[in-house]
């Protein structure tokens, strides 16, 4: 089978409009998540404020300024989160333009809940303003798979283009794919990602009804945790055959090692370290990397007690007790957790720290959990020797992808 080398990388969040200002924020301790006001509409109940971590605006002028044409107004802020980063990475990676993307690339994006902006904005003009009349432009917009028709039409790709949703695995199940599809030799470059934009007035108190929403800010593994924060962005990863990249002798960022998908087949949204632990078991055998020391875990870590402690309680089944020795970030506590895009964005901070050698720390921490008993990266980021990265992404609905890259 191919290997699969990353070579480009794209990002937009809470933390900056590209991948380096994501990754120095991360690294200096920087965090995204402020007090927001949401729900103000009159036709809605009134404000709710709480903790966010949304994107600046303004980057959409910079966007269609990159593309040479009027793109972004025309699609729901979820899809602009997947074109902005998809055109970095597509830039970095030198492929603007080339012959392959003609038929032998794919584009596959993951997202958990698709155009709710754009949703709600229909429903506030039907059910609110009691007109007969829907935008034209609902459908298009809403659809989950709208992110990779525009990247697709935007950069003129014309192989294999579908969107994946698996809630919070989105991201992670659409790289898998995109993976498997250059090593069995289907396509030669896979635009993979994903994006989401959840933070919408209906869509905030839609997760606030299930009382995962912390009050305050998103405290992976601390004793303290008390729930997520929503975030909002997206990032994406150009995969590319490894013997085509070294040929055209392009910049090598990382390689997709190892990939594993399982199913807890248990709860909606109870998780299940054994099911957790299926997926990261194969990704680290694909991997070779059951028995190494040089792993950085990038964690799902969302901050709700029940994940944090059943992910930890699924890294000591995998690599027993020596996951306790192994560094462990949780990204979330500076981007929030952007649902679909989570697992995209943290593996493109994963790699970035492994070719600079520094974890970033877990913000907002405060205390140890005697269940959450890992070596976390806390304070200030810490430098580190790890050449592998295990990036874990767990949905609702017990859907499970863990990811192993190995640095360039």
């Not at 997520?228 to 085509?244: F, H, P, Q």
Request: some cysteine; proline content about 5%.
């Amino acid at each position: 089978m191919n290997r699969i080398a990353v070579t480009g990388l794209g990002a937009i969040s809470a933390l900056g409009a590209s991948v380096e200002e994501n990754w120095q924020a991360a690294r200096e301790g920087r965090g995204g998540i402020a007090r927001t006001i949401m729900g103000d509409s009159p036709y809605g109940p009134g404000g709710l404020e709480l903790p966010m971590a949304r994107v600046a605006e303004g980057y959409e002028a910079a966007l269609d300024e990159r593309l040479g044409k009027q793109v972004a107004g025309g699609l729901d802020p979820f899809a602009r989160f997947a074109l902005a980063p998809a055109l970095e990475a597509l830039e970095q990676s030198g492929l603007r333009g080339d012959p392959v993307l003609n038929e032998r690339t794919a584009v596959i994006f993951g997202h958990g809940l698709g155009g709710l902006a754009t949703l709600e904005t229909g429903y506030e003009r039907f059910f609110g303003q009691k007109s007969p009349r829907m935008h034209p432009s609902t459908v298009p917009r809403v659809m989950v798979s709208a992110g990779v028709s525009a990247a697709a039409m935007a950069f003129e790709i014309k192989g294999p283009v579908f969107a994946t949703s698996s809630a919070c695995a989105s991201s992670a199940h659409a790289i898998a794919q995109g993976a498997a599809m250059i090593a069995m030799g289907q396509v030669d470059c896979a635009l993979v990602g994903g994006s989401e934009a959840v933070s919408t007035a209906g869509s905030v108190r839609a997760w606030e009804a299930i009382r995962a929403m912390s009050p305050v800010t998103c405290r992976p593994f601390s004793a303290d945790r008390d729930g997520m924060v929503l975030g909002e962005g997206g990032a994406v990863l150009m995969l590319e055959a490894w013997d085509r990249a070294t040929a055209r002798g392009a910049s090598i960022l990382g390689e997709l090692v190892g990939w594993g998908m399982s199913s807890d087949a248990f709860h909606i949204t109870q998780p299940s370290p054994e099911g957790q632990a299926r997926a990261m078991r194969q990704a680290a055998t694909q991997a070779g990397a059951l028995d190494r020391n040089d792993i950085l875990i990038s964690a799902h870590g969302t901050g709700t007690p029940l994940n944090d402690a059943a992910e930890t309680q699924s890294l000591v089944e995998v690599f027993g007790e020596r996951a306790r020795s192994l560094p462990v970030i949780a990204t979330k506590s500076a981007h929030g957790h952007l649902i679909g895009g989570s697992a995209a964005l943290q593996a493109v901070i994963g790699l970035r720290a492994l070719a600079e050698g520094f974890a970033p720390p877990i913000q907002n921490f405060n205390q140890r959990d005697p269940a959450c008993d890992l070596n976390l990266v806390l304070g200030e980021a810490q430098p580190i020797a790890s050449r592998l990265l295990l990036q874990n992404a767990f949905a609702f609905g017990g859907l499970n992808v863990a990811l192993m890259f190995a640095a360039a």
